[in-house]
């Protein structure tokens, strides 16, 4: 029996079965000392009433949510898009569930989601990239009814990190301990658009010399709400605990697949590029739903026969399909040494291995200027101008003299009869990642010195292909949103592969030091090492990938020996404290090798050897400081607050700007090159606060609102090479000659400069109502601030229902009721920069939802 055949065995055995639900409160939990990661102590704080914790002992800004409050929200949720209510943090996605990676967007303070930091019980998660190359996501990684809670540093990550991306903030989530007691967790959840998922947990409970234990399943089918397409996907976790006076061992293993049909981003041109101006734009079209399975309706009235799509829709036009598939397997042992009352030792090892694809079939004519150089047994001998250009398939060139109209349509048509004859095409970027990594730090308790030193080393080899395949007419079922191409055909041709070898090391120390009873110092510093070689086994056919002869090889190392941090706490009064914490990060290179945001795709070895030589990784200052307090005024009335302003220095920022304007932004699925920009620095300044106030077990009401003003210092040239540099000072205007875009004193496009985030909580005993409001200020949706789209704010609202634990032989058997966008809000929520200077694309905000979750527990 197979790998995967064992797998599917594995996954029905776990969910065989009837499940019911249950949503168990978890209390939120913030770190005592981040410096000491997870195995620090850490502080319970009680909060039972409200989804949001904002004071906890860190000389940074730290904000927590529990599991119980996580699942309040949408039973199921994605951990980040569950993070949405906290200050400083924007999450936004096309789907509510928060699972669909392609659409997903998250920035904190300025900060893109991949200038983050995430880890899942202190393992790497890598940068969250589409494009896999180093992780995963917290929702492949851990189920989410078996998240124990989420902490979220806005400002800077602790030291011990294990990230060579977090210039922004680190994203820690947390999985649940097994329970010291033998019980059955399950749950249903039904809903809009044929929604059900399965969650099944069982927990052995203690069962002798500190052993404990739990195996865990979640199965969850949705459809699209604008399109024929099924979101699915099983999940297995199994954790085991030892715990005894030696010492904390502990085992986990989590196992994921799933499939995620996609859809399009519609792509909008600025007015000055011959665009309409916002608001109109933004409905013209709202969706861009994909036509599967409606194979012969696709081809015969929608494609010509010579698989072009329709003028008129230009770049918005609609492909048959898409999708993201992704396989995980996820593991690590950890074992907490106790080797004194004083001295603590955590050391860590991991293993991570991931196979994926992602898949866009579409019409022939969009990536005929790929397909041609492969397909075409003339193409060679064909003049320039010859050569059918983008959606032209077939189509004679206006300037061409060497062929008739009848020759070539002739040799569109034997295009068309070696792609399957469907008119189509399917392009993949299929993925292989398999990651070994040992985080070890030994923690010394010296009295009023409490110091840690640490590191973190990581092999990463992963490798990226980018392949084509037929449609066939003869067999559609070969070609769908539910099948990886490579299991059930030989590809056309392997346009490119490439191969990285990535080596991590990162080092830290750090001090811990109680000056007084009221003032705590914590400083130290890190170190972060990267080293990158990148290579392409395959390269792209001459004419098959724009201009570019040869994808770039080498190697660029990349070390910083010293980024420091310092901050300091002071309790006035055991009720308001006051913090501030001084950080210096670096975010590496990316080393993926097929497309984006790394030197490894800029297009020539030229481009790649001047910005191995001449390029600098992005690097952050950051500076918070801010004011918690945490208050009782009897009879149950309670306050909890934290006011944070920060500034953070940014600079070497870098933008890799598509060459072609299409590719996953728009709808394109013919990719290219980037031009990777150093634009110069960024300045931030803001201001979070948010304050939860209780009254009793009755009714608390959480609000948060933020203030984020980032602005490119410079204007920036690209030069010949297509590295780009940042100009010296602000030359202004709308577009300058010779290549200047005036991008100096403009705001960071995506990201609001205003948000605001409310959740009420009425408990009532048996019956629970929670309602939650998220505001988004409007974002500009290009570099240059001349288009945006509006703010937007979205409502939800949670019924709940529990029945009294001595009615049924049950325990905690509760019926929850979830809407979301409970006014059927329109609007933009995830945009794409697709150019610096024409162009941007935008997904939709989903419509209403409801969902209904039975739960329970034995």
């Not at 983050?116 to 393992?123: E, K, N, Q, R, S």
Request: proline share 5%.
């Amino acid at each position: 029996m197979g790998i995967g055949s064992t797998a599917k065995t594995v996954r029905w055995a776990m969910l065989a079965g009837t499940a019911l639900a249950l949503c168990s409160a978890v209390p939120a939990m913030a770190r005592e000392d981040a410096a000491a990661g997870e195995a620090a102590a850490a502080e319970a704080v009680v909060d039972s009433g409200s989804i949001i914790v904002t004071g906890a002992k860190t000389t940074r800004s730290a904000t927590a949510i529990s599991g119980g409050e996580i699942q309040k929200i949408l039973p199921g949720v994605a951990p980040l898009k569950a993070i949405q209510t906290l200050p400083g943090v924007l999450y936004i996605t096309a789907d509510p569930w928060g699972n669909n990676e392609q659409n997903a967007q998250i920035f904190v303070h300025g900060f893109a989601g991949n200038q983050l930091g995430y880890t899942m019980d202190g393992i790497p998660l890598g940068d969250q990239s589409y494009g896999n190359y180093n992780g995963l996501s917290p929702q492949r990684a851990v189920i989410s009814e078996n998240v124990g809670r989420i902490v979220v540093a806005t400002g800077a990550g602790d030291l011990a990190t294990p990230s060579n991306s977090n210039l922004g903030g680190t994203i820690e989530t947390f999985s649940s301990d097994p329970t010291q007691q033998f019980g059955v967790r399950a749950a249903q959840t039904v809903g809009s658009y044929d929604t059900s998922r399965t969650y099944l947990r069982i927990d052995s409970g203690d069962i002798g010399g500190g052993n404990s234990a739990y195996i865990s399943g979640a199965r969850q089918r949705a459809r699209a709400w604008d399109f024929n397409g099924i979101q699915k996907g099983w999940q297995a976790n199994a954790k085991f605990v030892h715990d005894d006076a030696a010492g904390k061992l502990t085992l986990y293993f989590d196992y994921n697949d799933m499939t995620q049909p996609n859809e399009d981003a519609t792509v909008f041109f600025k007015p000055s590029a011959g665009g309409t101006a916002t608001p109109v734009q933004l409905y013209t079209p709202y969706t861009k739903p994909f036509f599967y399975p409606g194979f012969d309706a696709y081809r015969t009235s929608y494609l010509t026969a010579l698989g072009n799509s329709p003028a008129a829709e230009g770049n918005n036009y609609r492909n048959y399909y898409s999708d993201a598939q992704r396989t995980d397997y996820l593991a690590y042992a950890r074992y907490d040494a106790r080797l004194s009352d004083r001295i603590t030792w955590s050391t860590t090892g991991y293993y991570h291995h991931n196979d994926g694809v992602g898949v866009v079939a579409g019409p022939l004519g969009q990536s005929i200027t790929t397909a041609q150089p492969y397909l075409d047994p003339n193409y060679a001998s064909l003049p320039a101008n010859c050569r059918f250009g983008s959606n032209a398939n077939g189509i004679r060139p206006s300037a061409c003299t060497a062929l008739t109209d009848a020759q070539a349509a002739a040799a569109g048509a034997a295009l068309v009869a070696a792609t399957g004859g469907s008119g189509m095409i399917t392009r993949t970027t299929e993925y292989r990642i398999d990651r070994e990594g040992v985080i070890s730090a030994v923690s010394l308790d010296l009295g009023d010195h409490k110091v840690e030193l640490g590191g973190w080393f990581e092999h990463n080899s992963t490798t990226q292909w980018r392949r084509w395949y037929a449609v066939p007419l003869s067999d559609p079922s070969l070609s769908t949103p539910y099948v990886r191409p490579r299991e059930v055909m030989e590809p056309l041709f392997t346009q490119y592969q490439g191969e990285a070898r990535i080596n991590q090391l990162q080092l830290h120390i750090q001090d811990t030091w109680r000056l007084t009873d009221r003032l705590l110092v914590q400083g130290g510093f890190k170190t972060s090492a990267q080293w990158a070689d990148g290579r392409f086994p395959v390269q792209p056919r001459l004419g098959s990938l724009g201009g570019t002869t040869a994808l770039p090889e080498g190697k660029i190392n990349t070390k910083n020996w010293f980024l420091p941090a310092i901050g300091a706490t002071y309790d006035f009064n055991g009720h308001e404290q006051l913090y501030f914490n001084v950080q210096k990060n670096l975010r590496q290179y990316q080393a993926y090798l097929a497309g984006g945001g790394g030197p490894w795709f800029t297009g020539s070895q030229a481009a790649f050897d001047a910005f191995a030589d001449e390029g600098k990784p992005e690097t952050s200052w950051t500076y918070e400081a801010g004011l918690r307090t945490n208050r009782s005024f009897g009879n149950g009335v309670t306050l909890q607050a934290q006011v944070n302003y920060y500034h953070v220095d940014f600079s070497n920022r870098l933008l890799a700007i598509p060459t072609n304007p299409g590719g996953i932004a728009g709808s394109g699925i013919t990719g290219g090159t980037s031009t990777l920009v150093n634009v110069g620095d960024v300045k931030t300044d803001g201001v979070d606060a948010a304050a939860t106030l209780r009254f009793g077990t009755l009714f608390s009401l959480y609000n948060a609102i933020s203030y984020n003003l980032s602005k490119y210092q410079n204007d920036y040239t690209s030069t010949a090479l297509g590295i780009g540099a940042a100009t010296d000072s602000c030359i202004g205007g709308y577009l300058v000659t010779g290549g200047v875009v005036p991008t100096c004193g403009k705001q960071l496009p995506g990201t609001p400069k205003w948000m605001n985030k409310t959740v009420a909580t009425l408990n009532l005993g048996p019956v629970e109502v929670q309602a939650t409001g998220d505001y988004v200020g409007r974002r500009f949706a290009t570099f240059t601030n001349d288009a945006s789209v509006s703010s937007y704010f979205l409502t939800s609202l949670r019924i709940a229902a529990r029945v009294p634990d001595n009615v049924l032989p049950l325990q905690k058997v509760e019926l929850a009721l979830n809407v979301t966008n409970l006014t059927d809000k329109k609007g933009v929520s995830t945009l794409s920069i697709g150019s610096a200077t024409n162009s941007w694309s935008a997904y939709p905000i989903a419509p209403r939802q409801w969902f209904l979750t039975l739960s329970a527990a034995y």
